[in-house]
C-alpha cells in the first residue's frame, strides 16, 4: 500500500497533463499550491464521519518547482483508487478550465480517540483497580495492536508483565484472573427466589468471571454447565 502511494504520487507529479503545466518561462498567473492541499484537506473533512473518533487531517507540500495555471472553475477533488481510510492517503485535485490539469496530493488523516492507559506503572500479576488506568485520547491510526476504550471492562483483571506508565494497554498485557481452575473443587449454586442450594463439583475447565464451565456433581455425578460467579464458584439453573 505505502509503495503505491509512493508511486502513484510520483507518477501524478511528473505526469501532469502538458496542457496544464507552464514552464519557468511562462508568463501568466499560477495556482496556489496552498489552494490545491486545501482543496484535497477539505475533500477528506467532507467525509469526517466516515472514520472513528475525532478526525484531523494534513496535507504534504507540493514540489515548488510546479507551476500549473490558475483555475478559472472550481478545484475538483476525488479520492484514489484505494479510496480513503485512516493514515497516509492521496486525494485527487483537478482543473477543468480554462487549462486543464490533476495532480494527486498526498494526506494523512489522523482519528484521535480516547484509549486505555496505564496511570501509573504496573507490576506483574497486579490487579487492576480504577486508579491504575485512564484514558488518554490517541491517533489509532497509527496503533498497530488491538486496544481498549473502557477502563471499566479492565477492572479485575491482572496484568502478565511489568507495564510502564503511559503505555498503552492491549490485550498481551492483561489477563481475566481465573476463578475456577480446573480439577479443583467447585461449589454448584442452584437459586430458586429466595431459595439457594449449594453442593459440591469438580470444575472440568477453567473459568473467568462470567464464562459458563462444565462441572461434574461429585454427589450424582452428573456433568452440568453453569457460568462462574465468584471465586470457586458456578451457578446452574435449578
Known amino acids: 500500500m505505502r509503495r503505491f502511494l509512493d508511486t502513484l504520487c510520483t507518477l501524478a507529479c511528473l505526469a501532469l497533463l502538458a496542457s496544464g503545466i507552464a ?6 498567473p499560477y ?11 477539505q475533500h477528506v473533512l467532507a467525509r469526517a464521519d466516515d472514520f472513528p473518533g475525532e478526525v484531523r487531517v494534513t496535507t504534504s507540500r507540493l514540489d515548488s518547482r510546479l507551476r500549473l495555471h490558475r483555475c478559472e472553475a472550481p478545484l475538483a477533488t476525488y479520492d484514489s483508487p484505494n479510496g480513503l481510510r485512516p493514515g497516509r492517503n492521496v486525494v485527487g485535485v483537478r482543473c477543468d478550465a480554462p487549462r486543464p490539469w490533476k495532480l494527486y496530493v498526498t494526506v494523512n488523516i489522523a482519528t484521535l480517540q480516547p484509549v ?3 496511570a501509573r506503572a504496573l507490576a506483574r ?18 496503533l498497530h495492536r488491538a486496544y481498549f476504550t473502557d477502563v471499566a471492562g479492565l477492572l479485575g483483571q491482572r496484568t502478565r508483565r511489568q507495564v510502564a506508565a503511559g503505555r498503552l494497554l492491549h490485550p498481551g498485557l492483561v489477563e481475566r484472573r481465573r476463578l475456577v481452575r480446573r480439577g479443583t473443587l467447585v461449589q454448584l449454586l442452584a437459586r430458586h427466589g429466595a431459595l439457594q442450594v449449594r453442593v459440591k463439583g469438580k470444575a472440568l475447565e477453567d473459568g473467568t468471571l462470567g464464562d459458563r464451565v462444565r462441572v461434574r456433581n461429585t454427589a450424582s455425578g452428573r456433568t452440568v454447565t453453569g457460568e462462574v460467579v465468584a471465586s470457586g464458584v458456578v451457578a446452574v439453573s435449578p
Open 116 to 118: 486505555v492507559v496505564a
Open 125 to 142: 500479576g497486579q490487579t487492576l483497580a480504577a486508579g491504575d488506568l485512564r484514558l488518554e485520547k490517541r491517533d489509532t491510526s497509527r
Open 23 to 28: 514552464s519557468a518561462a511562462d508568463s501568466g
Open 31 to 41: 495556482e496556489s499550491p496552498d489552494r490545491i492541499r486545501e482543496a484535497a484537506r
